[in-house]
C-alpha cells in the first residue's frame, strides 16, 4: 500500500495531470490534447506526460481515444473523486475547523450493524483508521427534527474513507466516517455509508464496547 498522505492509490503527478484535464473541461466532454501540450500545461518532459496518461487510464482515471496526432480524453467518475477528495482536505486545511452539534436519542435499530461489523473487511478498517476497535454493531441516533439540516452540513468536510471491498461472493459499500464526542466525553464516529436504508433523522455511530452500555438508553448529543 502506498504511502501517499492524500490517497492510498493515487500520486501526486497523476492528481496534477487530473487537475490539469479538468480544467481543460474533461469532466463532462471528451477533450482534445497532445501529450505535448499537456508535458508544457504541468511543466513536465513530452515522456513524463505520456507516462502520467498510462498509469490514469491503466489505473481507472481517464478513458481516452486516438485522435489525429494526440488523443481524446475524459476525466472517468472514480478520476473525479480523487481531486474532489484533495479539495475537500486542502478546504479543511484553509478554512477554519467548525463544531457541529447534534442532538437525538438512541433507538432501534434493524440489527444490521453487527453483521457488516463481524466482517474483516470493514473492522480491520476501522481499527486501523479509526484507532479504536469498535462495538460490533451500530449506535443508531434519532436526530431532533432542528438538526437536520446539521447532519448534511457534516458532508462538506472531508471524511474519513473506509473502502468498499468485495468477498468473492457479493460487494460491499463504502462508509465515510466522521470523528465524533459523544455527551462531550465519548468519543467515535458517525457513519455515513454508500448504501443506507435510513432517514435523514438516523445516524450511525461506532464507539468502543466499553462505551456502548453506557450510551445505549441515554440521550446522545
Known amino acids: 500500500m502506498s504511502s501517499n498522505k492524500y490517497n492510498d492509490k493515487v500520486k501526486m503527478h497523476m492528481l496534477v495531470t487530473l487537475i490539469e484535464l479538468l480544467l481543460r473541461g474533461a469532466r463532462s466532454n471528451y477533450v482534445n490534447i497532445t501529450t505535448t501540450e499537456l508535458a508544457n500545461s504541468i511543466g513536465r518532459s513530452q515522456q513524463a506526460a505520456s507516462k ?13 481515444m486516438r485522435y489525429g496526432q494526440g488523443f481524446s480524453i475524459k476525466v472517468t467518475e472514480k478520476g473525479y473523486r480523487e481531486v474532489y477528495n484533495l479539495f475537500m482536505k ?4 484553509v478554512e477554519p475547523v467548525k463544531v457541529i452539534e447534534l442532538v437525538g436519542v438512541v433507538v432501534k435499530g434493524m440489527g444490521e450493524g453487527s453483521y457488516y461489523m463481524s466482517l474483516n473487511g470493514y473492522r480491520l478498517q476501522f481499527i486501523s483508521k479509526l484507532g479504536f476497535d469498535p462495538y460490533p454493531g451500530t449506535l443508531n441516533i434519532k436526530l431532533d427534527k432542528m438538526y437536520i439540516d446539521a447532519k448534511q452540513e457534516i458532508t462538506k468536510y472531508p471524511p474519513i474513507i473506509i473502502e468498499g471491498f468485495s468477498d468473492g461472493k457479493r460487494t460491499y459499500g463504502g462508509v465515510r466516517c466522521y470523528r465524533a464526542k459523544m455527551n462531550d466525553t465519548i468519543d467515535g464516529a458517525i457513519l455515513i455509508p454508500e448504501r443506507t436504508h435510513h432517514a435523514d433523522r438516523h445516524i450511525g455511530v461506532h464507539i468502543t464496547c466499553k462505551d456502548y452500555g453506557y450510551l445505549r438508553d441515554k440521550a446522545w448529543r
Do not use: D, F, Q, T
Not at 52 to 64: D, F, P, T
Open 52 to 64: 502520467h496518461l498510462l498509469e490514469l487510464e491503466s489505473n481507472g482515471y481517464i478513458k481516452r
Open 90 to 93: 486542502l478546504k479543511a486545511v
